[in-house]
């Protein structure tokens, strides 16, 4: 068997800004699907199926609303970030945040719920903290929340057939882009079939071919246009700050942010219910090509292109493809890439 990927050990988006931090590797995490290759005895798993029209929410605190630097969105005392990071800026800050992306989660919970919704799934997408960013207790009371890592599908986990829709509060753009914070999970490019895909439209795939819709992405103006541009079905944009930086925007004040999610997911799950809004699919097979980030160090790409389970073909020193059937084998593509940062 061979050695497993070391663990990045700051977040991903950390590594495109300000480079890689490895700690020794601990075999794929707790469970998970790492590059070991086992197979995630979680994969099946459902979620509590409630009645009513049923929306699942994810909540990307590196996209949320006011947010703009690292500090914000880290503690500073991930496994393997610098010491110099574990500072009181970092641990007042990010705890300030992570109590206003709960906010941002209820906000959009109350408009899907005046628009007609009645089951609520909240998915905690970002690596910060062990993906436990979301403040539990803070949680409207209605809804399931998804936190925690490793897990399968990554920030869709359990998502399946019976949910009516999709929606993203944190959209963040593309990896080079310019957007705020700008990544694309592990990778400095991903495509399929020849179309670039962001985090949002990757997802948006995978859930479209179980027929389930986009029809509310909240973000930077560079993620809301570029996803506009994947997307040709259409959703309803919430434009929560403007970039002017890779880590500078114009935002807006937390309560407006809040005012405008709300809108936006009422106004969605009217629009869905009435059928605006149809399921991202892309021809099959899907033909995938991605670039292995260039913070990831050699040895890691090296693993990376051990991956048997996917039948990569290597076609330069970090590019990589393969060919699928399953838009699930894409997002367990994603799962088994990603550094498990846990703390």
Same mark, same amino acid.
């Given at each position: 068997?061979?050695?497993?990927?070391? #663990?990045? =050990?700051? @977040?991903?988006? &950390?590594? /495109?800004?300000?480079?890689?931090?490895?700690? %020794?590797?601990?075999?794929? +995490?707790?469970?998970?699907?790492?590059?070991?290759?086992?197979?995630?005895?979680?994969?099946?798993?459902?979620?509590?199926?409630?009645?009513?029209?049923?929306?699942?929410?994810?909540?990307?605190?590196?996209?949320?609303?006011?947010?703009?630097?690292?500090?914000?969105?880290?503690?500073?005392t991930?496994?393997?970030?610098?010491?110099?990071?574990?500072?009181?800026?970092?641990s007042?800050?990010?705890?300030?945040?992570?109590?206003?992306?709960?906010?941002?989660?209820?906000?959009?919970? #109350?408009? =899907?719920? @005046?628009?007609? &919704?009645? /089951?609520?799934?909240?998915?905690?997408?970002? %690596?910060?903290?062990?993906? +436990?960013?979301?403040?539990?207790?803070?949680?409207?009371?209605?809804?399931?929340?998804?936190?925690?890592?490793?897990?399968?599908?990554?920030?869709?986990?359990?998502?399946?057939?019976?949910?009516?829709?999709?929606?993203?509060?944190?959209?963040?753009?593309?990896?080079?882009?310019?957007?705020?914070?700008?990544?694309?999970?592990g990778?400095?490019?991903?495509?399929?079939?020849?179309?670039?895909?962001?985090?949002?439209?990757?997802?948006?795939?995978?859930?479209?071919?179980?027929?389930v819709?986009?029809?509310?992405?909240?973000?930077?103006?560079?993620?809301?246009?570029?996803?506009r541009?994947?997307?040709?079905?259409?959703?309803v944009?919430?434009?929560?700050?403007?970039?002017?930086?890779?880590?500078?925007?114009?935002?807006?004040?937390?309560?407006?942010?809040?005012?405008?999610?709300?809108?936006?997911?009422?106004?969605?799950?009217?629009?869905?219910?009435?059928?605006?809004?149809?399921?991202?699919?892309?021809?099959?097979?899907?033909?995938?090509?991605?670039?292995?980030?260039?913070?990831?160090?050699?040895?890691?790409?090296?693993?990376?292109?051990?991956?048997?389970?996917?039948?990569?073909?290597?076609?330069?020193?970090?590019?990589?493809?393969?060919?699928?059937?399953?838009?699930?084998?894409?997002?367990?593509?994603?799962?088994?890439?990603?550094?498990a940062?846990?703390?």
């Amino acid at each position: 068997m061979r050695p497993p990927l070391p #663990r990045v =050990a700051s @977040l991903l988006l &950390a590594l /495109s800004i300000a480079g890689p931090a490895m700690l %020794p590797a601990q075999a794929g +995490g707790r469970g998970g699907r790492g590059l070991s290759g086992a197979p995630n005895q979680f994969q099946n798993k459902r979620l509590p199926v409630e009645p009513g029209f049923r929306v699942y929410i994810v909540s990307n605190m590196a996209g949320m609303g006011a947010a703009v630097d690292l500090k914000e969105i880290m503690a500073g005392t991930e496994a393997g970030a610098p010491a110099q990071t574990a500072t009181a800026s970092f641990s007042e800050y990010e705890t300030r945040f992570r109590s206003l992306l709960t906010q941002e989660a209820n906000a959009a919970i #109350r408009g =899907a719920r @005046l628009g007609g &919704a009645r /089951s609520f799934v909240v998915s905690d997408a970002h %690596p910060g903290n062990g993906f +436990g960013n979301i403040l539990p207790w803070e949680l409207d009371s209605g809804a399931v929340l998804v936190r925690g890592f490793p897990r399968p599908l990554f920030m869709i986990s359990g998502i399946d057939s019976t949910f009516g829709t999709l929606m993203f509060d944190g959209a963040v753009a593309s990896a080079g882009s310019k957007g705020i914070l700008p990544h694309t999970f592990g990778f400095d490019a991903f495509s399929v079939n020849g179309k670039p895909l962001n985090e949002v439209a990757i997802c948006a795939l995978i859930a479209g071919e179980m027929g389930v819709p986009v029809s509310m992405v909240a973000g930077d103006d560079a993620a809301i246009e570029e996803t506009r541009s994947m997307l040709p079905g259409g959703f309803v944009p919430v434009i929560t700050k403007y970039a002017v930086g890779r880590m500078a925007g114009i935002t807006y004040s937390p309560a407006k942010v809040r005012q405008m999610i709300a809108a936006g997911a009422a106004e969605a799950v009217r629009r869905e219910k009435a059928g605006a809004f149809k399921p991202f699919t892309l021809a099959k097979p899907y033909h995938v090509e991605f670039t292995v980030q260039g913070a990831m160090s050699d040895d890691m790409v090296a693993q990376v292109a051990a991956m048997s389970e996917f039948k990569l073909e290597r076609t330069g020193p970090r590019l990589f493809r393969f060919t699928t059937e399953s838009a699930r084998q894409i997002g367990y593509l994603i799962d088994a890439m990603q550094p498990a940062v846990i703390r």
